[in-house]
Protein backbone atom coordinates (compact mmCIF):
# COMPACT_ATOMS: atom_id res chain seq x y z
CA UNK A 1 0.00 0.00 0.00
CA UNK A 2 1.99 3.20 -0.79
CA UNK A 3 1.84 6.19 0.99
CA UNK A 4 -0.32 8.82 0.54
CA UNK A 5 1.16 12.03 1.12
CA UNK A 6 -0.06 15.81 0.38
CA UNK A 7 -0.94 17.19 -2.78
CA UNK A 8 1.36 19.94 -2.61
CA UNK A 9 4.17 17.01 -2.94
CA UNK A 10 2.82 15.51 -6.66
CA UNK A 11 3.33 19.21 -7.41
CA UNK A 12 6.99 19.20 -6.12
CA UNK A 13 7.23 15.51 -7.97
CA UNK A 14 5.90 17.19 -11.28
CA UNK A 15 8.54 20.23 -10.79
CA UNK A 16 11.31 17.66 -10.60
CA UNK A 17 10.03 15.81 -13.77
CA UNK A 18 9.99 18.78 -15.97
CA UNK A 19 13.21 20.35 -14.20
CA UNK A 20 16.24 20.65 -16.87
CA UNK A 21 18.21 17.85 -14.90
CA UNK A 22 14.72 16.42 -14.14
CA UNK A 23 16.81 12.80 -13.41
CA UNK A 24 19.03 14.09 -10.93
CA UNK A 25 16.67 16.21 -8.97
CA UNK A 26 13.40 13.29 -9.27
CA UNK A 27 16.26 10.96 -7.24
CA UNK A 28 17.07 13.89 -4.96
CA UNK A 29 13.27 14.15 -4.50
CA UNK A 30 13.01 10.45 -3.93
CA UNK A 31 15.65 9.94 -1.69
CA UNK A 32 14.23 12.62 0.88
CA UNK A 33 10.49 12.02 0.23
CA UNK A 34 10.36 8.30 0.23
CA UNK A 35 13.80 6.88 1.84
CA UNK A 36 14.06 10.01 3.88
CA UNK A 37 17.81 10.92 3.35
CA UNK A 38 19.65 13.92 4.89
CA UNK A 39 21.42 16.21 2.10
CA UNK A 40 24.38 15.16 3.86
CA UNK A 41 23.83 11.38 3.08
CA UNK A 42 22.45 12.16 -0.54
CA UNK A 43 25.64 13.98 -1.32
CA UNK A 44 27.62 11.08 -0.23
CA UNK A 45 26.27 8.57 -2.76
CA UNK A 46 29.17 6.45 -4.93
CA UNK A 47 28.11 4.62 -8.14
CA UNK A 48 28.96 1.77 -6.22
CA UNK A 49 25.92 2.56 -3.07
CA UNK A 50 23.22 1.66 -5.61
CA UNK A 51 21.83 -1.77 -7.00
CA UNK A 52 18.96 -0.56 -9.18
CA UNK A 53 18.46 -4.34 -9.51
CA UNK A 54 17.94 -5.72 -6.00
CA UNK A 55 17.02 -2.74 -5.27
CA UNK A 56 19.04 -1.44 -2.13
CA UNK A 57 21.22 1.73 -1.69
CA UNK A 58 24.08 2.28 1.16
CA UNK A 59 23.32 4.93 3.37
CA UNK A 60 26.31 6.34 5.17
CA UNK A 61 25.00 7.73 8.35
CA UNK A 62 26.76 10.27 10.78
CA UNK A 63 29.16 9.11 13.35
CA UNK A 64 27.51 5.32 12.94
CA UNK A 65 29.11 3.94 9.66
CA UNK A 66 26.89 2.81 6.62
CA UNK A 67 24.02 -0.39 5.97
CA UNK A 68 22.06 -1.14 3.24
CA UNK A 69 18.87 -0.85 3.41
CA UNK A 70 15.72 -1.16 0.58
CA UNK A 71 15.25 1.64 -1.99
CA UNK A 72 11.69 2.93 -2.31
CA UNK A 73 11.49 4.15 -5.83
CA UNK A 74 8.77 5.59 -7.73
CA UNK A 75 10.54 6.66 -11.08
CA UNK A 76 12.67 3.88 -11.96
CA UNK A 77 13.53 5.43 -15.41
CA UNK A 78 15.30 8.02 -13.83
CA UNK A 79 17.29 5.70 -11.45
CA UNK A 80 17.85 3.57 -14.47
CA UNK A 81 19.59 6.56 -16.62
CA UNK A 82 22.02 7.47 -13.55
CA UNK A 83 22.90 4.05 -12.71
CA UNK A 84 23.67 3.09 -16.36
CA UNK A 85 26.06 6.57 -17.08
CA UNK A 86 28.88 5.95 -19.79
CA UNK A 87 32.26 6.58 -18.51
CA UNK A 88 31.92 5.74 -14.98
CA UNK A 89 34.98 5.24 -12.79
CA UNK A 90 35.41 3.71 -9.23
CA UNK A 91 34.45 5.79 -6.65
CA UNK A 92 32.44 8.07 -8.87
CA UNK A 93 29.76 10.37 -7.44
CA UNK A 94 25.96 9.15 -7.89
CA UNK A 95 24.41 12.34 -7.99
CA UNK A 96 27.06 15.42 -9.78
CA UNK A 97 26.32 19.31 -11.09
CA UNK A 98 25.81 20.40 -14.36
CA UNK A 99 30.15 20.55 -14.48
CA UNK A 100 30.55 16.74 -13.81
CA UNK A 101 31.67 17.42 -9.86
CA UNK A 102 30.01 15.96 -6.52
CA UNK A 103 27.17 17.32 -5.89
CA UNK A 104 27.16 19.25 -2.02
CA UNK A 105 24.38 18.90 0.89
CA UNK A 106 24.26 22.95 -0.14
CA UNK A 107 23.44 21.89 -3.47
CA UNK A 108 20.64 19.42 -2.41
CA UNK A 109 19.23 22.09 -0.56
CA UNK A 110 19.37 24.77 -3.96
CA UNK A 111 17.35 21.96 -5.71
CA UNK A 112 14.88 21.12 -2.98
CA UNK A 113 14.35 25.03 -2.66
CA UNK A 114 14.58 25.49 -6.90
CA UNK A 115 12.00 23.14 -6.75
CA UNK A 116 9.61 24.37 -4.36
CA UNK A 117 9.55 27.24 -5.96
CA UNK A 118 9.03 26.05 -9.68
CA UNK A 119 5.56 24.17 -7.69
CA UNK A 120 4.55 27.56 -6.54
CA UNK A 121 4.91 26.58 -2.87
CA UNK A 122 4.74 29.88 -0.77
CA UNK A 123 7.51 28.47 1.84
CA UNK A 124 10.86 27.45 1.03
CA UNK A 125 10.93 23.76 0.79
CA UNK A 126 13.73 22.29 3.18
CA UNK A 127 14.77 18.33 3.68
CA UNK A 128 14.12 18.67 7.25
CA UNK A 129 10.35 19.80 6.43
CA UNK A 130 10.41 16.36 3.92
CA UNK A 131 11.54 13.96 6.37
CA UNK A 132 8.90 15.28 8.91
CA UNK A 133 6.16 14.77 6.75
CA UNK A 134 7.84 10.90 5.90
CA UNK A 135 7.55 10.78 9.80
CA UNK A 136 4.29 11.95 10.10
CA UNK A 137 3.39 9.58 7.89
CA UNK A 138 4.63 6.72 8.75
CA UNK A 139 4.15 7.23 12.41
CA UNK A 140 0.40 7.89 11.48
CA UNK A 141 0.26 4.49 9.80
CA UNK A 142 2.36 2.11 12.18
CA UNK A 143 1.85 3.93 15.44
CA UNK A 144 2.69 1.27 17.89
CA UNK A 145 6.13 0.63 15.62
CA UNK A 146 8.64 3.98 17.12
CA UNK A 147 11.81 1.74 15.90
CA UNK A 148 10.29 1.85 11.95
CA UNK A 149 10.31 5.88 11.75
CA UNK A 150 13.75 5.36 13.41
CA UNK A 151 15.00 2.66 11.06
CA UNK A 152 13.74 4.77 7.46
CA UNK A 153 14.98 8.17 9.13
CA UNK A 154 18.35 6.73 10.27
CA UNK A 155 18.28 7.72 13.77
CA UNK A 156 20.60 6.57 16.38
CA UNK A 157 17.84 5.31 18.95
CA UNK A 158 14.38 6.13 19.89
CA UNK A 159 14.91 9.37 21.72
CA UNK A 160 15.19 11.43 18.28
CA UNK A 161 11.87 9.79 17.29
CA UNK A 162 9.94 11.50 19.55
CA UNK A 163 11.01 15.27 17.42
CA UNK A 164 9.17 13.37 14.61
CA UNK A 165 6.09 11.74 16.18
CA UNK A 166 3.20 13.59 15.82
CA UNK A 167 1.28 16.17 18.27
CA UNK A 168 -1.90 16.30 18.43
CA UNK A 169 -1.92 19.97 17.99
CA UNK A 170 0.32 20.29 15.33
CA UNK A 171 0.80 18.56 11.41
CA UNK A 172 3.64 18.83 8.99
CA UNK A 173 1.06 19.29 6.43
CA UNK A 174 0.06 22.60 7.58
CA UNK A 175 3.68 24.05 7.16
CA UNK A 176 3.22 23.08 3.25
CA UNK A 177 -0.35 23.59 2.80
CA UNK A 178 -1.13 26.85 0.95
CA UNK A 179 -2.51 29.74 2.61
CA UNK A 180 -6.39 30.08 1.89
Not at 69 to 91: F, H
Not at 144 to 154: I, N, T, Y
Request: charged share 25%; proline share 5%; hydrophobic share 45%.
Amino acid sequence: MPLRLPATLDRLRSAAETSTFADRDTVILELTLLNGFRPSEIAALDMVDVKIATPQIRRRMRGCGSRWQPLLIDNIASWTRLCRRENVQAGAAFLQTWQGSRISRVDVWRILRGLGTKAGIKKPVHARRIRKILAYTLARRHAQRAELVADVLALKGLQGVSAFLPRTDWSPFTELREPR
